[in-house]
């Protein structure tokens, strides 16, 4: 790499990052106003995460650096409540996710709730905080899941629990199978690749011009995994995630 080619990198990060700030100054407000006027009538909040999702899809939209391609997106049913699984390789992997423009809460760790922004968005959208570390996170996150779930919203989890370093498939946590089999819901699962190479998970500056892709599978009904342990359930969706990787 040039150190042209690096400099250009850099000043195109500062500049998106910047785009970042200003534009999330502008839409807290806009937020804020459209919770307010559309609560009483939509109390899945589907406008508001309508809205939410053009947040931030835009940042795809704005960036030249970035494209990205969506396949088999009509095998998602926002009609239908989901627990949606999908690896996790980057923080650019939210804004590829909100880019389907499709019903969902977000999960997310309580300390990210804290964050100005990020936070407020997920507090606003009644997104279901995570308790790591906590003697009662499952009983707490579930009790929220559920009560989403059955109001007919589907569920995200990225069952790694964190990013991946290497763009990997890291090993999944029980939570997201343990909830699929308590709700007796479908399991959706999702593959995204391309998002390490564009943002690495520490670091700020865009590596190189990326072309992102994010690949809905095959729902699997709760008919085909009823039986099952959660390890047997959680190991089939690991090797279906994984052989699309």
């Known amino acids: 790499m040039t150190t042209l080619y690096r400099l250009s990198l850099i000043i195109v990060s500062v500049s998106l990052w910047m785009y970042f700030l200003i534009s999330s100054i502008i839409l807290t407000p806009l937020l804020v106003l459209l919770w307010l006027l559309t609560r009483p009538f939509d109390p899945r909040l589907r406008l508001l995460h309508k809205f939410s999702c053009f947040w931030g899809a835009q940042y795809i939209w704005v960036n030249p650096l970035w494209s990205l391609e969506i396949q088999n997106k009509k095998l998602f049913n926002d009609k239908l409540p989901h627990i949606i699984v999908c690896n996790h390789q980057s ?84 939570g997201a199978f343990m909830l699929a089999k308590e709700a007796g819901v479908p399991v959706l699962p999702m593959v995204i690749q391309g998002t390490s190479a564009a943002v690495p998970k520490k670091g700020w500056i865009i590596r190189k011009k990326q072309k992102i892709f994010l690949k809905i599978l095959d729902p699997v009904p709760f008919k085909d995994f009823k039986d099952l342990s959660v390890k047997e359930f959680s190991s089939m969706v690991f090797e279906k995630i994984q052989d699309n990787l």
């Open 91 to 174: 923080l650019v992997d939210i804004i590829v996710i909100n880019s389907l423009f499709k019903h969902f809460k977000w999960t997310s760790k309580i300390e990210n709730f804290k964050l100005p922004f990020v936070g407020w968005v997920l507090g606003f959208n009644n997104s279901i905080p995570v308790y790591r570390g906590a003697h009662d996170a499952y009983a707490r996150f579930s009790a929220r899941a559920l009560k989403e779930l059955k109001a007919g919203s589907s569920v995200v989890m990225f069952p790694e629990g964190t990013r991946s370093r290497t763009g990997k498939l890291g090993k999944f946590k029980d």
